[in-house]
């Protein structure tokens, strides 16, 4: 099955078994537990919707389906899908090997709550380069966690390369798909051991839920966070389940109205005379474009750059726009845009940033799926504002 009926038709078969009444959309099992006839045997396998529950299982399976992977298991929200992941695979004293330019709440939970209250190491290194990665692994190190491409600076790293490296070593990679979703990146047939998401972004597409998936295909692994799942209880609700199952159908034509809409965006701001640089993969200027090639089927939707002005100018920008709502998060069907140095990165230390190369001023832009020409309009009658 391809991607795009995998999309539509996985987790979401018709019954017309025992009563089934050949719903073509999967219902909303807004149980919180399931009677039994007896005893000893619980109704189609079902306990208690912490455990399980039909919608959530559907969308765990379709999830699983787009990223080829054997198992799915969703959670309350990227983070608490994190949280378990680490909770299930590392005690205290262990190490993590990271990619130092995370999504800022990843960080702050390994730096915050991981690092500080439960004493798992964490390293960060610029992964663009494997041996970094390589240099970094200790004997207690346990995970590798990547992010391709990373928020907002859209750095890439070799999954593939750095896969092996890490194998060799027998430690755990997990990569972090939410910018690129399935569509464009499949990070399991690179090597990756863990598929990780937040569902909130492209997966739901609609910015009207939060969620989070972790993908695999090692059974034991699975089973390891399946019971953290069920025993720390992060697990997502059945609405959201229905919510983030209804979005994936259109996830293969959303992403490519995204991808056509960052593309003519990129394009426009990379000759304006205002801007001093745009990032975005699927650019020649962008200095990992090749691997970006290599690695992925698509460029994604989500685009940085800096104006040619000071903090101010970039304030004033992002205000002055009409179809671009200035927001945090990314992935919906509206355009989003904001400032990751005082809005979605504000949690990442000053210094921090700056080795990075996080520079304040700099804008991100989650192209959506409205007119490519309006778009561009509107970023325009922004420039012409700021003067
Ligand atoms: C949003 C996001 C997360 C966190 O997901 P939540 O659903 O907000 O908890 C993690 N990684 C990336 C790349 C994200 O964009």
Not at 10 to 28: Q, R, S, Y
Request: net charge negative; with cysteine; aromatic share 8%.
């Amino acid at each position: 099955m391809k991607f795009e009926t995998r999309a539509i038709h996985v987790g979401e078969k018709p019954n017309f078994k025992d009563g089934g009444t050949g719903d073509v959309a999967m219902p909303i099992h807004l149980t919180s537990t399931y009677a039994r006839e007896k005893v000893d045997i619980p109704t189609a396998g079902y306990e208690y919707s912490r455990t399980a529950n039909p919608t959530r299982d559907a969308l765990q399976q379709r999830l699983a389906a787009l990223e080829d992977a054997q198992y799915g298991l969703v959670f309350a929200s990227g983070l608490a899908a994190e949280t378990s992941l680490v909770l299930s695979l590392l005690k205290a004293g262990e190490h993590i090997v990271a990619f130092d330019d995370l999504y800022g709440g990843s960080r702050r939970l390994f730096t915050r709550v991981f690092n500080e209250r439960f004493k798992v190491e964490v390293s960060y290194v610029d992964a663009r380069q494997p041996q970094l990665v390589a240099d970094s692994i200790r004997d207690n190190t346990r995970l590798v966690w990547l992010e391709t491409p990373t928020n907002p600076l859209l750095k890439l790293c070799d999954i593939e390369a750095i896969a092996n490296i890490a194998h060799q070593h027998k430690l755990t990679v997990v990569v972090d798909n939410t910018f690129m979703s399935p569509y464009f990146q499949q990070p399991l047939a690179l090597g990756a051991d863990i598929v990780m998401h937040s569902t909130t972004k492209f997966l739901n597409g609609h910015s009207d839920s939060l969620g989070g998936a972790l993908l695999l295909n090692d059974e034991s692994l699975y089973e390891k966070i399946k019971f953290t799942q069920n025993a720390a209880g992060g697990i997502l609700s059945p609405f959201d389940s229905y919510l983030i199952l209804r979005g994936t159908k259109t996830l293969a034509v959303r992403m490519r109205q995204h991808q056509k809409n960052a593309i003519r965006i990129a394009k426009f701001l990379e000759s304006h005379p205002r801007v001093n640089r745009v990032i975005y993969p699927g650019l020649e200027s962008h200095p990992q474009h090749e691997l970006a090639q290599k690695q992925m089927s698509g460029f994604g939707g989500m685009l940085s750059f800096e104006l040619d002005g000071n903090i101010k100018d970039a304030k004033r920008f992002v205000e002055g726009l009409k179809y671009f709502a200035l927001a945090e998060s990314l992935g919906g069907v509206e355009s989003l845009i904001e400032l990751p140095a005082v809005m979605t990165h504000a949690s990442v230390p000053p210094e921090e940033r700056r080795k990075i190369g996080l520079a304040d001023g700099l804008i991100r832009i989650s192209a959506g799926i409205e007119n490519g020409d309006d778009l561009l309009e509107d970023l325009e009658g922004a420039f012409q504002k700021i003067g």
